[in-house]
């Protein structure tokens, strides 16, 4: 059974930075996709950053330059996300979430598997 806990999240000033961790059982990563979703109150839930099965990596265009995913994997199993000149607007929740890739469409489509979720607050 896939498991996914976040951990890292917590309140900073606009312009620091904060990393988030995704401790992520039972997945391969070369089956599966992974990605940090946000969600602010009352807005809809978006991707941030995405690893596809064959390791690349997709941002959404709010925190290109800002916002790094990486993964330790094999033993650790570890997906982070780094998250430097943070903006007020980056306030929210974030959820890793994974679900596997389709090689028939070559696409991330669903993903199954949610973790908890971390809070992150930035201030002005």
């Known amino acids: 059974q896939v498991q996914l806990v976040e951990s890292g999240g917590g309140s900073v000033q606009a312009g620091g930075s904060l990393k988030l961790s995704c401790a992520a059982s039972?997945?391969?990563?070369?089956?599966?996709?992974i990605q940090w979703f946000r969600q602010a109150p009352g807005k809809e839930r978006e991707g941030v950053a995405q690893f596809d099965a064959y390791g690349s990596t997709k941002y959404a265009d709010s925190v290109k330059g800002r916002f790094t995913i990486s993964f330790i994997s094999k033993n650790q199993n570890i997906l982070y996300l780094q998250m430097n000149r943070l903006k007020p607007e980056d306030t929210g929740m974030y959820y890793c979430a994974a679900g596997p890739f389709s090689f028939a469409s070559q696409s991330c489509a669903e993903y199954r598997h949610w973790g908890q979720g971390t809070q992150v607050t930035v201030s002005s």
């Open positions: 039972n997945i391969s990563y070369a089956d599966y996709c």
